[in-house]
């Protein structure tokens, strides 16, 4: 079983509407979990962070944890084309590691 | 934010040579930096883990002896592709954390597209 697990999509969705992009890993260990942004040939840029189980809003961006299912998902409101990319899931496994496992990416295109 | 400068961009090389790729923090101390690896529509691997002063730990699978790390200053980490072959044709990205417990410290390089010919 992968560690951490995504749909490698495309998803697709239209300009303005809310894309949901969801994460599973296996370590029942993991305490940081983390959404990255990574658009063809560049490295991937931090989105969001989370590292307790609920909601996590910033901006048109809302991160969801839930330990108990082991799931995690990125909510992207008011969807534009400029968010089209790869989204990585990655998290972390004991405190106070720096070890990122990263998942394979849910690839999102928004069309006008 | 904190910049992670890595060079080249790109690099296209002959079967059997070695390319060398660095990877530097530009306005802070990195004590740890990371490698990865990522061929397209996959995930990025880690390669290794490199502690300044000491020498990297290697993810399984990744040989040590091809891939050699370089962590000679605080600032700067070496990954040295050797006797490169086609297979090892790959997007490498560093990254370099400033320490502490949140990883949102961990800033990411811009990543070197290899092709080795």
């Known amino acids: 079983q992968k560690e951490v697990e995504q749909n490698s999509g495309p998803l697709s969705v239209p300009e303005g509407a809310i894309a949901s992009l969801n994460c599973t890993y296996s370590?029942?260990?993991?305490?940081?979990f983390f959404w990255y942004r990574q658009y063809s040939g560049k490295s991937p840029e931090l989105i969001m962070s989370?590292?307790?189980?609920g909601d996590k809003e910033d901006g048109r961006f809302t991160a969801q944890l839930n330990k108990a299912s082991q799931y995690v998902s990125l909510l992207i409101r008011d969807s534009q084309p400029s968010d089209s990319a790869t989204y990585l899931c990655?998290?972390?496994?004991?405190?106070?590691?720096?070890?990122?496992?990263f998942g394979t990416g849910t690839r999102l295109q928004v069309f006008p | 934010g904190a910049v992670v400068s890595q060079h080249p961009s790109w690099v296209i090389c002959k079967s059997g040579t070695s390319v060398k790729i660095e990877c530097r923090s530009l306005?802070?101390?990195?004590?740890?930096m990371f490698w990865y690896r990522q061929f397209p529509k996959q995930s990025l691997m880690l390669m290794a883990t490199?502690?300044?002063?000491?020498?990297?730990?290697?993810e399984q699978g990744v040989e040590k002896d091809k891939f050699l790390i370089n962590h000679a200053s605080l600032t700067l980490s070496t990954l040295t592709v050797t006797s490169a072959h086609p297979e090892d044709s790959s997007f490498y990205i560093c990254?370099?954390?400033?320490?502490?417990?949140?990883?949102?410290?961990?800033?990411f390089g811009s990543g070197t597209q290899l092709s080795v010919l």
């Open positions: 989370i590292y307790s189980n």
């Open positions: 490199s502690n300044e002063g000491s020498k990297a730990t290697y």
């Open positions: 990655a998290v972390t496994g004991l405190p106070g590691t720096d070890k990122l496992i």
């Open positions: 990254s370099a954390t400033t320490g502490g417990e949140s990883n949102e410290k961990l800033f």
């Open positions: 370590d029942r260990v993991s305490q940081s």
């Open positions: 306005d802070f101390q990195a004590t740890t």
